[in-house]
């Protein structure tokens, strides 16, 4: 097992290791087992999310939009802000910009409201989410 990051090519490691070796080599299978904060063992199949369809159980079986940008820094939002963001609109910092191209989750009481990038003194929305 190989606990990595994104980028490393995996293939080529095996092919490196086999030429260290002497010898050649290749992979003959290939297993992602996560990705970031996501783990094989909490997946559910597709004919399991297929099943479940457009039920309540299916919100519980699902892990929140939120879960996949936890790594991306989060701004916290006034309302005014927040309404700017959801009609596509950019926001004005007056002040403690982020750095010009920082990419940033817009919360609103800890609720996601759009990723969106600075350009060191305006947040441009990038994708506005309506959860």
Same mark, same amino acid.
């Given at each position: 097992?190989?606990?990595c990051g994104k980028?490393? &090519?995996? $293939?080529?490691?095996g092919?490196? +290791?086999a030429?260290?070796?002497?010898?050649?080599? &290749? +992979?003959? =299978?290939?297993?992602?087992?996560a @990705?970031g904060?996501?783990r094989?063992? @909490?997946a559910?199949? *597709?004919?399991?999310?297929?099943? +479940?369809g457009?039920?309540?159980p299916?919100l519980g @079986?699902?892990a929140?939009?939120a879960?996949?940008l936890?790594?991306?820094?989060a701004?916290a939002?006034t309302?005014?802000?927040a309404?700017?963001l $959801?009609?596509?609109?950019?926001v004005l910092?007056?002040?403690? =910009?982020?750095?010009?191209?920082? *990419?940033?989750? @817009?919360?609103l009481?800890?609720?996601l409201?759009?990723?969106?990038?600075?350009?060191?003194?305006?947040l441009?929305p990038?994708r506005?989410f309506? +959860?």
């Amino acid at each position: 097992m190989v606990g990595c990051g994104k980028g490393t &090519y995996i $293939r080529s490691l095996g092919r490196d +290791l086999a030429q260290a070796l002497g010898t050649v080599g &290749y +992979l003959s =299978a290939l297993r992602r087992t996560a @990705a970031g904060p996501f783990r094989e063992e @909490a997946a559910i199949s *597709l004919s399991k999310l297929e099943a +479940l369809g457009h039920i309540p159980p299916l919100l519980g @079986a699902l892990a929140p939009v939120a879960t996949a940008l936890d790594d991306i820094p989060a701004l916290a939002m006034t309302e005014t802000q927040a309404n700017q963001l $959801r009609q596509g609109q950019p926001v004005l910092l007056t002040r403690d =910009a982020p750095p010009s191209g920082a *990419l940033l989750r @817009a919360e609103l009481e800890g609720k996601l409201v759009a990723l969106v990038r600075s350009d060191g003194t305006t947040l441009q929305p990038v994708r506005v989410f309506n +959860l």
